[in-house]
């Protein structure tokens, strides 16, 4: 997510998709029956060399945000290049093959859907995971392999993030990317809390009553904060919701306090 960049327009789309592999599918009861990873990619900000602390504080604060929508901490890993300045998290440490892993090994066990959310920098090439960089083949081969047919959200928080778009769609997929294929996306600077999309991914959810709520919600909040910053050129982040994600997946459960 190196580089200014600016505000938002979210494309949806709801269409076909190639098949993947079939697995059995078991009802959508709730997020509570979801695996999850919540990956923070970089430490890094948008000018070299600078430690930022915008993706780390992203990855803590969207898994609460998730957890008090219906996400049950035994069935999610956070992950962060820095895992011994977090003792009472204890995230993992980012890598892609443990990322992977992990996830596979949670699927076994929550079986319903997979929840994927990666914030970093990222390029017209891929994700930064770690200290290499993950390419949207490799992250669509890993959620199949992990996850299936069952419901799938997945979510690229970084620059140029809209490259994922075309790799990752099928018909039970949700995927929400923060920017563009052609655009970067903002707010990793050595000052900021989190990036601004993640941000407005932490103030919505708490409103949000299902995936294509939050979207919807994230795409006007990203849009108002570009506009106050006069940021330009717009990120625009983009959206797809399969026909079959809609189908198995729940609204969110009631806000926990």
Known sequence: MRGAAAAFAVTLAVAAAPAIAAQPIRPATSLGHW??????GDD??????????AFDNARRDVTAAFEARGLAPANLAQFSLHPERYPPVRPLATAPGLVFARLRALAKAAPVGCLVYITSHGSQDGVVVGRGLVAPQRLAAAID?????????????ACFSGVFMDTLKAPNR????????DRSSFGC??????????????????????????????????AAREDVEGMRPRSQP???????????TPPFAALRK
């Open 238 to 248: 983009q959206v797809f919701i399969g026909p079959r994600f809609s189908a198995m």
């Open 44 to 53: 890094q900000s948008a000018h070299e060399d600078t430690p930022t602390e």
């Open 35 to 40: 695996a999850a990873v919540i990956v923070a």
């Open 174 to 181: 949700f995927v929400l990317t923060a920017a563009r294929r």
């Open 145 to 157: 392999g992990a996850c299936g047919a069952r419901p799938t959200a997945v979510v690229v928080s």
């Open 189 to 222: 600077g050595e000052s900021d809390k989190y990036p601004f999309f993640d941000g407005c991914v932490i103030e919505d959810l708490p409103q949000s009553t299902d995936f294509a709520d939050l979207a919807r919600r994230v795409r006007l909040c990203v």
